[in-house]
């Protein structure tokens, strides 16, 4: 099962995250927890956060970019989460050998994030991907959609069939033999 975190602070005016969610919402084994539409007052119910991700063999950070991080609810969620003794630490092996994937959309084209001493847009994730690997998880290389301000409709259906074909290849990759009728449609 794939869970995706999603985290927008604005989802009703999102484009890009609202059609990638779109394209993959009716995948099967695909969960989709919605922060800011489940914790508007960002009181995280961390013990409902933990059970969705054990049911995960991957877990999704879906999110858009701002200001070079993530919004402020998913890394409230990581730090309440993602506890010791549970997500990492002695005994805290709940994530071990789980798979993760990070899903940005960016408003910017990938030039923007030329600045600094590392001019790469993937280093903007590595807090992410080493939170992960430090819990035990596989890093997965990341899905990122840019110039989401200024993208027409064919290029977000575009990047919608791409995000749906990563996750059901992950499917069926890690599925039964039994299971391998995973949607295509």
């Not at 991700?53 to 877990?59: F, S, T």
């Not at 630490?89 to 071990?96: E, Q, S």
């Not at 959309?105 to 030039?111: I, K, L, P, R, V």
Request: proline share 6%.
């Amino acid at each position: 099962m794939i869970l995706i975190i999603y985290a927008h602070p604005y989802p009703r005016h999102s484009h890009a995250n609202h059609r990638l969610l779109q394209a993959v919402k009716d995948i099967p084994d695909v969960e989709v927890r919605s922060l800011y539409e489940l914790y508007p007052d960002f009181n995280i119910d961390i013990n409902a956060e933990q059970r969705a991700l054990e049911r995960a063999d991957m877990v999704v950070f879906q999110h858009p970019m701002q200001w070079y991080s993530l919004p402020p609810l998913l890394k409230l969620w990581i730090d309440k989460v993602l506890e010791h003794g549970w997500a990492y630490g002695h005994d805290g092996d709940a994530l071990v050998g789980k798979d993760c994937l990070w899903a940005v959309t960016s408003g910017g084209d990938e030039h923007h994030f030329e600045l600094g001493d590392y001019p790469n847009f993937a280093v903007l994730g590595q807090p992410l991907q080493a939170t992960a690997l430090y819990c035990g998880m596989n890093w997965q290389p990341y899905f990122a959609v840019h110039n989401t301000f200024t993208c027409n409709e064919p290029a977000l259906i575009a990047a919608g069939e791409a995000y749906r074909q990563r996750l059901v290849e992950y499917l069926m990759e890690h599925s039964e033999p039994a299971d391998q009728g995973v949607g295509h449609g």
